[in-house]
């Protein structure tokens, strides 16, 4: 079995199928923290190009006040993107943060980052590749549905 890396991509890190298996969080794993199960899989470059060519208008056309300023900050933010399957269909898991937090070491390459309570600094969104849409964003303990 081939050992497959992070892709390193303009925006944030696109994991691999090894790392998200493999990845822990402070003796955790990424479904508990973040509700992704296997089967994982790995984004394509042209799928991360697409869908975010629809983040920003996405983050701005929502509904929570924080996703517009976000929007409105988002080229100061990286994203680590994981591939996972639910109810049949394809998801990408968007990990988003600011650059607070990406600038303090380079370790987001290699593991999923968890922010607690992280404010306009974090927020997370699951796209449907499908449907080429956007669900679940949540910016800190905020929800705000799809649409």
């Given at each position: 079995?081939?050992?497959?890396?992070?892709?390193?991509v303009?925006?944030?890190?696109?994991?691999?199928?090894?790392?998200?298996?493999?990845?822990?969080?402070?003796?955790?794993?990424?479904?508990?923290?973040?509700?992704?199960?296997?089967?994982?899989?790995?984004?394509?470059?042209?799928?991360?190009?697409l869908?975010?060519?629809?983040?920003?208008?996405?983050?701005?056309?929502?509904?929570?006040?924080?996703?517009?300023?976000?929007?409105?900050?988002?080229?100061?933010?990286?994203?680590?993107?994981?591939?996972?399957?639910?109810?049949?269909?394809?998801?990408?898991?968007?990990?988003?943060?600011?650059?607070?937090?990406?600038?303090?070491?380079?370790?987001w390459?290699?593991?999923?980052?968890?922010?607690?309570?992280g404010?306009?600094?974090?927020?997370?969104?699951?796209?449907?590749?499908?449907?080429?849409?956007?669900?679940?964003?949540?910016?800190?303990?905020?929800?705000?549905?799809?649409?």
């Open positions: 079995m081939s050992q497959e890396r992070s892709k390193v303009d925006t944030g890190v696109i994991f691999s199928l090894q790392q998200v298996e493999s990845s822990r969080l402070r003796g955790s794993d990424v479904t508990r923290f973040f509700g992704l199960a296997p089967p994982f899989w790995m984004p394509t470059s042209e799928e991360i190009a869908l975010e060519g629809k983040l920003k208008p996405y983050l701005g056309g929502a509904t929570a006040p924080a996703a517009k300023v976000i929007a409105i900050r988002l080229g100061s933010y990286k994203r680590q993107y994981v591939g996972y399957t639910a109810g049949g269909k394809r998801w990408i898991f968007v990990n988003g943060f600011c650059e607070e937090i990406w600038k303090e070491s380079d370790a390459h290699d593991g999923l980052e968890l922010v607690m309570d404010g306009l600094c974090y927020f997370t969104v699951r796209y449907d590749v499908s449907r080429s849409r956007f669900k679940y964003l949540q910016i800190s303990s905020t929800l705000a549905g799809g649409h």
